[in-house]
């Protein structure tokens, strides 16, 4: 065995891993392995934050040697390629002939299957939806040995296993349909703004004519301040792509770098510099989709503790009181975090049973694991939360309580018919109690 963690690095539990080999000899090699008398779960580039991939004391089946691109039509932008393939090879490799991912996280380094599997969403939902609205077709091996190719139109297993957390099956390969673009090149405006009216306001207006929009908010303070970031097809894509900086946090400090007085000083500076600047600006896709893929190992950061992310979808009726309130008490009780992130999902219906986006507000912030003062947090959290009638995002969440998972998932019993008795996880033991 080996001790395994996920990003939030909250846990080091021992795993046995087993390395998947190819396509050719997936099958024979998941029957070799027994899985519905000992249940494994899928684990890709290991970008989620909880316990969604983990399954301490039993197997994780390691997907990233999954990594070929099968078929590409530059006609049509139709991708076929394996699930361990990341995010960030698609971007690179196909940028340069004028497609791209509609949808892409906050990190280029997450694997297909991880995106397939969490039904990943961005910052241009309000346009493009989620991740798995792209995915035309997918390859699915389950734990008896049947091999199944399910198209977008399946309204059964396909549907559980877009964002169906890894328990369908070994999500093999897919096919995806790529976003045309002109370049490389996005056209960024950054807008200061205070109090939540003004985000809301903001965030109506940009809508229709900014493919994508995220706020930064500053949770350090009683009154909500933030900067309101929208970007589009920048108009000069004839300019040369400068080499992108990277910068990494090369150990693991003592203590979390992380608390109430840098984070206090950090939003402080971080807003007034870039409050300052309004105008267009010209930036590479890569800079504003994935600014923290800059840093590598940012997570380290954090401390040998860890941290949590909490996310949550307020639905419209509710998000202005709501979120309003979750500031209020994450201002209160002196925690918070540099990347809080704050933005609007469109109404476009998720495809996925267990899907996390829906219309509403979606707020994100991390939090350095500190036992007793964190899950006091959370706890005044979650009751804002469940009043709300909103939910929590399973690829961020290690903690969760059992009924805001019934009320904020409410096809996780149909879910339940499709599930594969050979995939488990500490998450599924955790939520669905079984495995």
């Not at 196909?94 to 961005?122: E, K, R």
């Not at 979120?323 to 918070?336: C, K, M, V």
Request: hydrophobic share 40%; aromatic share 10%; charged share 15%.
């Amino acid at each position: 065995m080996i001790p395994w963690s996920s990003w939030g690095r909250l846990s080091a539990a021992p795993h046995h891993l087993e390395f998947l080999a190819s396509r050719s000899q997936l099958t024979r090699q998941l029957t070799a392995l027994h899985l519905q008398e000992d249940p494994a779960i899928c684990f890709g580039a290991g970008r989620s934050y909880g316990d969604v991939a983990l399954n301490p004391e039993k197997r994780l089946l390691l997907t990233r040697s999954l990594d070929n691109f099968i078929a590409f039509n530059p006609g049509t932008g139709l991708l076929d390629c394996e699930s361990g393939v990341l995010l960030g090879d698609i971007q690179q490799r196909f940028a340069a002939q004028g497609w791209l991912l509609p949808v892409s996280p906050g990190t280029q380094h997450v694997t297909v299957g991880g995106a397939i599997a969490n039904d990943v969403h961005g910052k241009n939902h309000h346009e493009q939806g989620n991740f798995g609205h792209h995915v035309r077709h997918l390859t699915l091996i389950r734990s008896d040995g049947s091999r199944q190719t399910l198209p977008h139109t399946d309204a059964g297993l396909f549907r559980a296993t877009i964002g169906g957390l890894g328990l369908t099956g070994v999500i093999v390969s897919a096919q995806i349909q790529l976003m045309r673009i002109p370049g490389p090149w996005l056209e960024q405006q950054t807008i200061a703004f205070h109090g939540l009216n003004d985000f809301f306001s903001l965030s109506a207006q940009s809508s229709a004519t900014w493919p994508y929009t995220v706020a930064w908010i500053d949770c350090s303070i009683n009154t909500p301040r933030g900067l309101f970031i929208r970007a589009r097809s920048g108009k000069n894509q004839t300019a040369e792509v400068s080499p992108l900086h990277y910068r990494r946090m090369p150990f693991v400090p003592p203590f979390s770098l992380v608390n109430s007085l840098s984070l206090r000083l950090f939003n402080q500076l971080y807003f007034h510099y870039h409050a300052a600047k309004s105008t267009l600006e010209q930036v590479h896709y890569q800079q504003f989709l994935y600014p923290l893929d800059h840093i590598q190992d940012w997570n380290r950061l954090y401390g040998p503790a860890g941290f949590y992310q909490y996310q949550c979808v307020i639905p419209p009726e509710y998000a202005p009181e709501a979120i309003a309130e979750l500031l209020h008490a994450i201002s209160r009780s002196g925690q918070g975090s540099f990347l809080a992130v704050l933005k609007t999902f469109g109404n476009r219906p998720s495809l996925g049973m267990l899907s996390f986006p829906r219309p509403g507000t979606t707020l994100a912030l991390d939090f350095p694991a500190q036992t007793k003062t964190t899950e006091a947090l959370f706890l005044r959290l979650d009751a804002i939360v469940r009043q709300a009638n909103g939910s929590i995002y399973m690829a961020k969440d290690a903690r969760m309580p059992v009924d805001l998972f019934h009320s904020g998932y409410p096809q996780w019993e149909k879910f339940l018919q499709y599930r594969d008795p050979g995939m488990s996880s500490a998450l599924s033991r955790r939520l669905l109690r079984s495995n």
